[in-house]
């Protein structure tokens, strides 16, 4: 079975930074793609981030390039989302996901941590 745990949520101020992970079990990490969506109060669910597992490939959301970065720690199974220079249109509920490579959706996802960014 499979399970992802998201952490490191809060309040930050814009400019400032926070780091997400998100602890993975139960999946073929060699055939993994692990992403990272966010949604915001009456938006839809957007990628920010994605990452292959087994090459380390990523791909971001325009709206993140350069201030986010995502990262794979092979040995804890753990996927982060580093993120700086926040702003405040970043504020959201983020959500760890994986699928694996060859099937388009996410089949599996955390259960999300909000991201607030003040002025």
């Known amino acids: 079975q499979v399970h992802l745990v998201e952490s490191g949520g809060g309040l930050v101020q814009a400019g400032g930074s926070l780091r997400l992970s998100c602890a993975a079990s139960?999946?073929?990490?060699?055939?993994?793609?692990m992403g990272w969506f966010r949604q915001a109060p009456g938006k839809e669910r957007e990628v920010v981030a994605a990452?292959?597992?087994?090459?380390?490939?990523?791909s971001y959301a325009d709206s993140v390039k350069g201030r986010f970065t995502i990262s794979r720690d092979n040995a804890k199974s753990t996927v982060h989302l580093q993120m700086n220079s926040l702003k405040l249109e970043d504020t959201a509920v983020y959500y760890c996901?994986?699928?694996?490579?060859?099937?388009?959706?996410?089949?599996?996802w955390g259960q999300g941590t909000q991201v607030t960014v003040s002025s």
């Open positions: 139960g999946l073929t990490f060699s055939r993994s793609v």
């Open positions: 990452t292959t597992w087994s090459t380390g490939s990523t």
């Open positions: 996901a994986a699928r694996y490579v060859g099937v388009t959706s996410y089949d599996y």
